[in-house]
């Protein structure tokens, strides 16, 4: 069988089941007429970029990055909502304060953005600082964060 078609079939068994190791989905592919190395599978999860989110029952499963990429962006949304103080740029920084506790969350759900210009973040207990490469990238990531409280 073709890998372009062995793909579809995979992307189609995650979109509709969840699928928790590659074993597990060596085992469907099995049930669908394809005998495949686990090499095989390891390479086709790397290439549809599969990537491990949690499932209803606590553990993981096998989902498309841009289902990962919705979910943090709901929780981003949700946090800008419940803890943002007041966000400010100054020259390559974009400064976040935030109610306390709350600046490490904020940190680790950017840092899983994929934010153009953003070299990193430093986060205390009550501050995030978002280090960027420019000042007019600090602008456009501030404007990008201010879109997730619409």
């Known amino acids: 069988m073709h890998k372009e078609m062995r793909l579809k079939i995979i992307t189609n068994l995650i979109s509709t089941q969840e699928v928790k190791t590659q074993e597990e989905l060596g085992n469907l592919l099995h049930n669908n007429g394809l ?16 990537i491990k989110v949690p499932s209803k029952d606590g553990s993981q499963k096998y989902s498309f990055k ?26 390559y920084f974009v400064i976040i304060k935030t109610l306390p506790g709350h600046a490490h969350s904020f940190g680790a759900l950017l ?17 995030c600082l978002i280090i960027c490469r420019s000042p007019q990238e600090s602008e456009r990531i501030k404007q990008q964060i201010e879109f997730y409280q619409k």
């Open 111 to 127: 840092d899983s953005l994929d934010l153009n210009g953003k070299a990193g973040t430093i986060c205390g207990n009550d501050t």
């Open 66 to 91: 841009i289902d990962q990429d919705h979910f943090i962006s709901e929780k981003l949304r949700h946090k800008l909502k419940d803890a943002l103080v007041s966000m400010e740029v100054i020259n």
């Open 35 to 50: 005998d495949v190395t686990q090499a095989t599978i390891s390479r086709d999860v790397r290439e549809l970029k599969l």
